[in-house]
């Protein structure tokens, strides 16, 4: 299948997002080593350049940015090499700076092996080792149920990685190795083993890392990306916070670095919510989500959406004080398929609350993001996102509490098919919408139980990004 043109791709459909980031066509999936190189932010991700589908061997593409909002592509960085370790296809990994020689270390598959390449001063050539595959394989006397997604770093005394497993029978996991240069690895011990029934049998996309005075490890199992918070000492973890990075059943396979500021940045996949017929015909498949900035009170992984992307917002509107009894509320003012949402809402008596986008009309078409208080849940509802027969229709959520006195604050990203809500820094839900009809562009406010409160509600047309 020919690739085709992407210029066409965004006139012509109008689900393909605009703002955030995405191959010129094709598939697209898992972010890959993203790094912080000399002033720039370089992604890498699953890519297969030839279709939109995940059906031939996995490429790592590669875009370069300055400022997190706007992308350009660079050539692609790994490719099968017929023969090779990786002739299968080059997946999931990371990318770390070995003393000023930038390295990727990735899966090859069929059988999974982690192999690694090291880049040009530019990150645009790279060269595998002669030695890969550095680990042939899983530690002897374990049956696992995989052995992929390396994730590295560096300790005082050595090297250390992270590959997602499983062990039959007990749960997924990620096991633990240490080198002294990359290449030779000594396998230690799971840094973590989890539960099969609660946890799930396989562990994807593992991601380490210290945040504060804590460490933090990041799975992918189940449609979602898990988050543990404990302790990391004599490298060992103990785990003393279990939580969900993202509610919406659309967001996957989280990856972090650190930028030049210090800051965690999360980057996720999100994955289309439609059938494969509809994805082939499309052209493309596959979105970056925006970029996440991480922090930790002790007690929960916080995300809030990068500041650059304020570099985005086109022409605004706002609405201070006003009630929303019982019922629904359009916002007569406010409309679009392309828009940024900041709301800062009081319950008041109601014992629910919401905002319903991409709102035909006639009532036909919604997507709701509500609250619960009695519940104790906040959800987005796609069940009537789209009149289309090829779309996934579903209620994605999860526990979500406000503390005494605190306002629902809101921040909705909506980018023609995608929606990100984050939730008082707390709780995020990512999702993918398809409205049939063009005019599927109003905005509502709703409340149930009582009247709500909202204090001030401002929206901003997203605009494009640049990415050439």
Not at 125 to 137: D, F, L, S
Request: charged share 20%; with cysteine.
């Amino acid at each position: 299948m020919s690739s085709p043109n992407a210029s066409s791709l965004q006139t012509a459909d109008h689900h393909r997002p605009l703002s955030h980031f995405m191959p010129p066509a094709n598939w697209m999936n898992d972010p890959n080593g993203p790094i912080f190189w000399k002033g720039r932010h370089h992604l890498f991700y699953q890519h297969n350049p030839k279709e939109a589908w995940f059906s031939g061997p996995m490429c790592w593409g590669h875009a370069v940015s300055d400022d997190l909002v706007n992308w350009t592509h660079l050539p692609i960085a790994l490719a099968p090499t017929p023969g090779g370790p990786d002739k299968d296809g080059c997946w999931t990994g990371c990318a770390v700076d070995n003393s000023g020689v930038p390295t990727i270390m990735y899966t090859g598959v069929h059988p999974e092996v982690q192999c690694i390449a090291t880049g040009s001063d530019d990150l645009v050539e790279w060269q595998k080792h002669p030695a890969n595959p550095v680990i042939a394989q899983p530690p002897p006397g374990l049956d696992v149920t995989g052995f992929r997604d390396p994730c590295v770093w560096r300790e005082d005394d050595a090297w250390y990685v992270v590959i997602g497993s499983g062990i039959k029978g007990e749960g997924g996991a990620a096991l633990l190795y240490r080198s002294p240069d990359l290449i030779s690895w000594e396998y230690l011990h799971p840094l973590l083993v989890g539960q099969k029934e609660s946890t799930g049998e396989m562990w994807e996309c593992p991601d380490f890392f210290p945040l504060g005075d804590k460490h933090v490890l990041l799975v992918s199992v189940l449609g979602t990306t898990l988050y543990f918070i404990g302790a990391y000492r004599d490298h060992r973890f103990y785990p003393e916070i279990q939580g969900n990075t993202d509610f919406g059943g659309s967001f996957y396979a989280a990856k972090s670095y650190l930028d030049g500021a210090g800051r965690r940045i999360l980057w996720g996949w999100i994955w289309e919510g439609r059938n494969e017929d509809a994805v082939k015909a499309a052209g493309w498949a596959g979105v970056m989500s925006f970029p996440r900035i991480l922090g930790t009170d002790g007690s929960i992984l916080t995300m809030e959406p990068a500041p650059e992307l304020r570099a985005l917002r086109g022409a605004s509107e706002k609405l201070e004080n006003f009630a929303v009894a019982p019922g629904e509320l359009l916002l007569d003012r406010i409309s679009g398929d392309s828009l940024e949402i900041s709301a800062e809402i009081d319950p008041g008596s109601a014992e629910e609350v919401g905002l319903k986008v991409f709102c035909a009309p006639d009532g036909s078409e919604e997507t709701i993001i509500a609250f619960n208080r009695a519940e104790g849940r906040i959800w987005v509802n796609r069940e009537r996102s789209s009149l289309s027969p090829d779309v996934h229709r579903s209620v994605n959520g999860g526990p979500f509490k406000l503390n005494e006195g605190e306002n629902l604050s809101l921040r909705v990203f909506l980018d023609k098919s995608v929606v990100e809500v984050f939730a008082n820094r707390r709780a995020c839900l990512t999702t993918r919408v398809y409205p049939s009809r063009q005019d599927s562009v109003h905005v509502k406010l709703t409340a149930s139980g009582g009247t709500a409160h909202v204090s001030r509600l401002e929206t901003w047309k997203l605009l494009p990004a640049r990415i050439e």
